[in-house]
């Protein structure tokens, strides 16, 4: 179901003001907040003082009765405010201003501060599935393995400074010594086995800014999608990623591919992997992985990526 803006939007931006590589964007965060006002919005803007702010910030806006919260930072800070809004009928924006940002892609907003306001202005509300991660919620996605060791280890100083090839940098320096791992994963009580590389968990699409892990995911269907990459070294990583742009999910037998509504990881003979969340890393296994169906109001500007709704009513 999707529900029209009401005029008198109440709005609280949250932005972070160390994400991205921009110094000084709260000139234009006062911009957009002088659109949306002429539009007759209610719009304050605070920023965050910390990690982990954003969360209690908007779950103070949600108590508070806000209509919706904007998330005005990289992943990481869209992640952090949802996990203050899921279960409330507050609802979650983005404005993009990481390094990144994935979820204002798959919304398909501009990378333009005030197009992507001008977008958000024409928003419908709707009600979407998010993914949990131990007593993490996800919106985009759960890496396990090797992209979750490129995340905890990239350094930030690099990121503002190179931006997305802080990864790739990373990325590169780490895969050399990087090794499957054997770990018991059981998807929907299905036993799978292998040595790991890689599981993306995936809630929506898009990974990285240029690659559909995920590419079957819809964000309310109420399952999760699960890409496994199996393999003994990075070595095999280039061909498995041609399976995956192709989408031969499971006629390349390292690539596998399900839909399940839990995923349990869980370490054998003391081998662990670590895990990143929506870009950020949170742990390592063991972990228990699930969705929490329609449980998050989003808005959703007009270019939003059509292909993430199961069922789009008119
Ligand atoms: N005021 C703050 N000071 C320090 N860290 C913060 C602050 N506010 C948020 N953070 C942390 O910064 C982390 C990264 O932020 P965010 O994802 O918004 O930007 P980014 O890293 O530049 O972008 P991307 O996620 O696209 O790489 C968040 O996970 C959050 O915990």
Request: aromatic residues 6%.
């Amino acid at each position: 179901m999707r529900v029209s803006l009401t005029p008198n939007l109440q709005v609280l931006i949250i932005y972070n003001p160390t994400a991205g590589q921009s110094p000084n964007f709260k000139n234009t965060l006062d911009r957009v907040a002088n659109l949306w006002r002429d539009l007759g919005w209610q719009v304050q803007i605070a920023a965050t003082t910390a990690p982990g702010d954003a969360t209690t910030k908007a779950q103070t806006a949600a108590q508070a009765g806000y209509n919706a919260v904007v998330a005005a930072g990289g992943d990481g800070t869209v992640n952090e405010v949802m996990n203050g809004l899921v279960g409330t009928e507050t609802a979650l924006g983005v404005l993009p201003l990481g390094t990144v940002n994935i979820w204002a892609r798959e919304m398909g907003l501009s990378m333009d501060m005030l197009k992507a306001a001008e977008s958000i202005a024409k928003s419908e509300l709707t009600k979407i599935d998010v993914g949990m991660a131990g007593n993490r919620h996800f919106l985009l996605m759960a890496g396990i393995g090797f992209d979750a060791a490129v995340t905890a280890t990239v350094r930030s100083d690099e990121k503002k400074i190179l931006g997305a090839i802080a990864y790739v940098k990373q990325a590169i320096q780490i895969a050399w010594n990087f090794r499957g791992v054997r770990l018991k994963l059981r998807v929907d009580g299905k036993r799978v086995r292998g040595k790991i590389l890689m599981v993306i968990i995936g809630n929506s699409q898009l990974y990285g800014g240029v690659v559909k892990f995920t590419a079957h995911a819809t964000i309310d269907d109420g399952l999760l999608d699960v890409c496994v990459i199996k393999g003994r070294g990075m070595l095999s990583a280039p061909r498995r990623l041609i399976s995956i742009f192709a989408r031969h999910y499971n006629r390349d037998p390292l690539v596998q591919y399900y839909q399940a509504k839990q995923v349990e990881i869980r370490n054998k003979r003391g081998k662990h992997l670590p895990v990143q969340v929506d870009g950020d890393y949170l742990g390592t296994t063991p972990m228990s992985f699930r969705v929490v169906p329609d449980s998050l109001w989003i808005m959703v500007p007009p270019n939003a990526d059509r292909s993430l709704w199961r069922s789009v009513e008119g």
